[in-house]
T-cell receptor, first 113, second 117 residues
Framework: GQQLNQSPQSMFIQEGEDVSMNCTSS?????WLWYKQDPGEGPVLLIA?????ELTSNGRLTAQFGITRKDSFLNISASIPSDVGIYFC?????????????FGSGTQLTVLP | DTGVSQDPRHKITKRGQNVTFRCDPI?????LYWYRQTLGQGPEFLTY????????KSRLLSDRFSAERPKGSFSTLEIQRTEQGDSAMYLC???????????????FGAGSRLTVL
């Protein structure tokens, strides 16, 4: 099955710094999504990307759908304490009836004051 | 709309007992998904429903697991004869997938955390 490699596994940054994380796949996806998960909660959607090369922003977050359709990255600018959490990439195939999401293993972000 | 609701949020049980989790999806959503998440990992797909029909099960869903969505609204996930390896967060998600649509965005609930002693 598809495997998503997400890196880095964890990051410790100073408040105000920019953050970048990425996700690569052994096979293509039609849709990439980025979710954030706080402790004891479910993942919350941050950004959805629907076509290769697409660059989409949501406030301080920017994500891109790689042109090979096998990768995506997420940038967070000017980090703040509430950015702490686990960030997951997820890929989806339109030709799968289930259209389920395949998740990466997550990037744990810690923002130091 | 309060989003996707899951109950209970936490369940501690002894090995060999049966447990049941409930999920109430967003009301207008036609699809409902169950995922399992273990510590340090991303969620893994278990099964999904299109309205009341269960259309796919992953290999992770052993015979001890059964899911239902009897009226196409809420769903239950039952685990029989629990094992310590079943300890995980069980996440429910729902979506509205229209025919011909390229987008299937899943909205997740807060999860039900199972601990098997």
């Amino acid at each position: 099955g598809q495997q998503l490699n997400q890196s880095p596994q964890s990051m410790f940054i100073q408040e105000g710094e920019d953050v970048s994380m990425n996700c690569t796949s052994s096979s293509i996806f039609n849709t990439w999504l980025w979710y954030k998960q706080d402790p004891g909660e479910g993942p919350v959607l941050l950004i959805a990307l629907y076509k290769a090369g697409e660059l989409t922003s949501n406030g301080r977050l920017t994500a891109q759908f790689g042109i090979t359709r096998k990768d995506s990255f997420l940038n967070i600018s000017a980090s703040i304490p509430s950015d702490v959490g686990i960030y997951f990439c997820a890929g989806q195939l339109r030709d799968r009836a289930a259209r389920q999401l395949t998740f990466g293993s997550g990037t744990q972000l810690t923002v130091l004051p | 709309d309060t989003g996707v609701s899951q109950d209970p949020r936490h369940k501690i049980t002894k090995r060999g007992q049966n447990v049941t989790f409930r999920c109430d999806p967003i009301s207008e959503h036609n699809r409902l998904y169950w995922y399992r998440q273990t510590l340090g990992q991303g969620p893994e797909f278990l099964t999904y429903f299109q309205n009341e029909a269960q259309l796919e099960k992953s290999r992770l869903l052993s015979d001890r697991f059964s899911a239902e969505r009897p009226k196409g609204s809420f769903s239950t996930l039952e685990i029989q004869r629990t094992e310590q390896g079943d300890s995980a967060m069980y996440l429910c998600a729902s979506s509205l997938l229209r025919p011909g649509s390229g987008a299937n965005v899943l909205t997740f609930g807060a999860g039900s955390r199972l601990t098997v002693l």
